[in-house]
């Protein structure tokens, strides 16, 4: 009786989920019809919507469709909805917001899109028994996905309600410009919106400039012209919070850029700033926004402001196509002189140590990772062995191999900073050029509390296998 019980239950479980798979299957198949459905029923049920334009219906119609292609995925994958699969609402949110829905009609549109969706499921489903027991199935998943969604959209929308607000009051941006220009606000509202952002005339805080600008992508451009204004203004908001010390980070759409000017307050620390700027350049790729970001060096007061706004646009040219994270205070003096290096300082260099270079670089880099070990090391040479994990004996190899090709010994100072400049310009070179080995240390930092030097921005590389091989 036991088995004969069991057989019965797994056969009805696998009609369920053969029923499950039809529903599914039918309502993607009919997907742009179903979305249709749901935009009108918004339109009969929300008189906000109803009273839009027929390209505010077409953008909610596509975003219905988002969802319910998302949806399906997730049911059909049987899995659980992540951040991932609608991080698009929040540039959708942002344009509800703009267009002046109410906060209240923007999450009824999500319920009158869940309750559409159902509609079509049950009707789907049929009369028969493994068809309601299928419907049922799906009832539990759909409710998570409906309030994850509409939770995330929810609190897009608030994120950029209050950055709209705030961005709305002209003295933001009149603020900006009279900073830019190296002017200070002494009155009135524009004094009060400085004080705010930690930047008062009378503050002697540290503080930087942060420039972003966009790099367009192929889905920005089927989207329309406004997609690259939605995605500044995102970006914007989101660079607005990464203030320290209690202030909100004055942060403006100026054009075709974003510009920011975080103050970092007693006792800030750039680095972590720059962290910070960095996790919101990789929070907004996964929302397929694409930014190239520059960073200033800290200056202190708002005198500085308009120097430090030159520093953030020229460090940007560091960046590679796909842009990135240039962070001035990540590198030192050395590092940004040979990034900066144009091709008389390259053909300084002794040909013989050019020639070993690229020689190197050709075999796997083993020889310019030890000269670079053996300077980490202060000339030590079995510290820099360990570094390389090969023998001493190798490394004392190498360090003859380096002197009998290039003339220079790797245990004077003169020589040894030659071979490293060398080997700075020798890197900003393709196929590896300088921008992208800034982008490289900028977005990979792991720097620590002691002195750095330019080694941080040269990592090794093919230091050799276990057993010592060159």
């Known amino acids: 009786m036991s088995s004969g019980f069991s057989l019965e239950t797994l056969t009805g479980a696998e009609t369920v989920r053969a029923e499950r798979a039809r529903i599914l299957s039918e309502l993607l198949a009919g997907l742009d019809e179903l979305a249709g459905a749901a935009v009108t029923t918004m339109c009969a049920e929300i008189p906000a919507y109803a009273a839009m334009d027929d390209a505010f219906h077409a953008d909610v119609r596509d975003q219905v469709a988002r969802h319910y292609r998302g949806k399906l995925a997730v049911l059909l994958e049987d899995r659980t909805v992540t951040l991932d699969d609608i991080a698009y609402t929040r540039r959708a949110a942002m344009r509800r917001a703009r267009a002046g829905i109410a906060l209240a009609d923007y999450i009824n549109a999500f319920r009158v899109g869940q309750q559409v969706f159902w509609e079509s499921v049950v009707e789907r489903a049929g009369h028969s028994f493994a068809g309601h027991e299928a419907a049922l199935a799906l009832a539990a998943p759909l409710m998570r996905y409906c309030d994850f969604a509409s939770t995330h959209a929810a609190n897009a929308y608030m994120e950029f309600q209050q950055y709209a607000a705030a961005e709305a009051v002209r003295e933001s941006r009149d603020l900006l410009e009279t900073l830019l220009a190296g002017g200070v606000p002494t009155r009135g509202r524009q004094l009060a919106a ?30 329309g012209p406004d997609q690259g204004a939605d995605a500044r203004h995102a970006a914007c908001a989101a660079i607005a919070r990464t203030g320290g010390n209690g202030t909100r980070t004055l942060s403006v759409v100026r054009q075709s850029e974003i510009v920011a000017i975080p103050a970092l307050g007693p006792g800030g620390d750039p680095e972590q700033l720059c962290d910070r700027l960095q996790a919101v350049r990789e929070s907004l790729l996964g929302e397929g926004i694409t930014l190239a970001m520059g960073i200033s060096t800290v200056v202190t007061g708002t005198s500085g402001i308009p120097q430090a706004y030159q520093e953030a646009r020229a460090v940007l040219e560091f960046l590679p196509e796909d842009g990135g994270v240039a962070a001035l205070p990540r590198i030192t003096p050395f590092q940004y002189l040979a990034l900066r290096a144009d091709d008389t300082a390259r053909h300084l260099v002794d040909p013989r140590i050019t020639a070993l270079l690229a020689e190197d670089r050709a075999r796997g880099g083993v020889l310019t990772a030890t000269i670079r070990a053996f300077a980490a090391a202060d000339l ?14 190798t490394a004392q190899y190498r360090l003859r191999r380096i002197q009998e090709r290039t003339g ?38 792991r720097g620590s509390a002691g002195v750095r030097s330019f080694l941080d921005l040269l990592p090794l590389v093919n230091e050799g296998d276990s057993h010592g091989r060159p």
């Open 408 to 445: 220079r010994s790797l245990r004077r100072i003169n020589d040894l900073v030659e071979l490293l400049v060398a080997i700075a310009l020798h890197d900003s070179l393709p196929p590896n050029s300088g921008r992208e080995r800034l982008a490289t240390a900028t977005n990979e930092h």
């Open 194 to 223: 400085a004080q705010a952002h930690g930047l008062g005339p009378e503050a002697r805080t540290p503080l930087l400039v942060v420039i972003a600008v966009l790099i367009g992508s192929r889905s920005d451009v089927r989207r």
């Open 380 to 393: 030590n040479l079995r510290a820099s062995a360990e570094r390389l994990q090969i023998h001493p004996n």
